[in-house]
């Protein structure tokens, strides 16, 4: 719980620095808890991509549209989210769609010029030869993609039903419960920053001491740290002893037993011996 906290904290630090403002941090983390909760993907997928997006220029209040279009033209699939995010962000950084980009784009499962085909009328040859002149924009691939995500496109809330698969709802699940434990983490942070900081201030004044203190010290520490062995050794002998106790008193108690026994048939020999002489 406190790694996912201190995670959380890290997160907001960056997106902070990265947007310029801790609001704008938290509200953009906040959009993308809450679509993480109701897709496929977890909130660090969905951060990661958003950070992606970021690094290449994208605008920030392009971010959440972007995530909704890729995630449902991947179709929920974290492999292909992962690809798409790249290569479109790749594509809107150099504002125009390459032939790398497009191969990028079609093995990630998405070809936009197919788009641009059905709506245009233009051959596939006649985008390629457009593309290879650079003639195919940045807006143009992502027009096309909004296409292919709205009604009617074959995209369309596709990321929506994969979450209702049990793969989709047990993903949302663990993401829930990753969440709560992130929130839950990063609200005791302020009661253990003190103590770590009080280590550490601790640690580097070990550096400072003079030689015959620290001997002194790490002698104290040697003797600390074999307290549990001894006590371990010392627990060990004890019941070793005892066990020792009750076996010698287990076998004692079957001696005398024995003894009684022979007793009593050495009696009873007597009697039968003295019965046969008065028949004699």
Known sequence: IIKLGAELEDTEMVFT?????????????????????????????????TKLMLNFGVASEDIMGNLEMLGNISGGNKQRFQSLALVFSQVQSQGKLMGGDLLQMINAGFNPLQVISEKTGKSMGELKDLMSKGAISAEMVTKAMQIATSEGGRFNELMAKQATTFNGLMSTLADNFELAGAKLGKSLLPYIKPFVETLIRMTNGLADLNPKVMAVILGFAGLAALIPVVM??????????????????????????????FSKWNIATKIATAVQAVFN
Do not use: H, R, W
């Open 17 to 49: 620095t990265m947007l310029g403002s801790a609001e704008k941090a938290s509200k953009m983390i906040s959009n993308v808890q809450t679509m993480a909760s109701k897709t496929p993907f977890g909130t660090a997928e969905l951060l990661d991509a």
């Open 232 to 261: 371990v050794t010392v627990g060990f002998l004890g019941q070793s002893y005892i066990s020792f106790m009750q076996t010698m008193t287990m076998l004692n108690s079957g001696i005398l037993k024995m003894v009684a026994l």
